[in-house]
């Protein structure tokens, strides 16, 4: 093959890379209730992809246009989830159940800014702290340290949140 047909398929595979990891964030703020931003986001997307699968269609017997393409895609997808644990945009329950240190922990969470509620609960072997906080994707590893540190043992389960309304959140840091 020629090097006019390689430099084809990389730049399809740069196509690729950039609609796809675009494709990923577009949800991410569609889910996240972005949704006008998403919208702009998906125009320059379809607009990249459609770029991308034409050169691919009207030559299909470059075969550096097609692993190119195939390629991006994949990479598009480890990129753009990449991007978005970067962003990290949104909120998240943090949910831990401890035998003996629930007090202790929810009291940690507040001393750092965050909210926490702790209720009481019984598990398979008796009383236990259930604490609740509601905290930011970007501040979980930070919540995480603070509970490890107090009680290595604490069943920790953290899942996001589509939408929080009200509640004490740790103060807004630019990074």
């Keep these: 093959m020629t090097a006019e047909g390689i430099l084809g398929g990389l730049l399809i595979f740069g196509f690729r890379v950039t ?32 770029t991308a699968i034409s050169r691919v269609v009207t030559a299909m017997d470059n075969y550096w246009n097609v692993l190119g393409y195939c390629l991006g895609f ?8 990449m991007i978005e644990e970067t962003l990290a945009i949104g909120y998240s329950l943090v949910r831990v159940v401890s035998s003996h240190q629930g007090a202790a922990i929810a009291q940690a969470l507040r001393a750092e800014g965050f909210g926490a509620t702790k209720v009481a609960g019984e598990g398979q072997e008796g009383e236990v702290g259930i604490v609740l906080s509601v905290v930011r994707r970007r501040d979980v590893p930070t919540a995480m340290r603070l509970i490890e540190a107090l009680d290595p043992e604490a069943f920790v389960g953290v899942e996001d949140e589509r939408t929080v309304y009200r509640g004490q959140f740790i103060r807004q840091t630019r990074r």
């Design 74 to 81: 994949a990479t598009g997808t480890v990129v753009g989830a």
């Design 19 to 50: 609609d796809v990891s675009m494709d990923m964030v577009r949800l991410l703020l569609t889910v996240r209730g972005r949704k006008f931003v998403a919208g702009m986001i998906g125009f320059f997307e379809v607009l990249i992809f459609l």
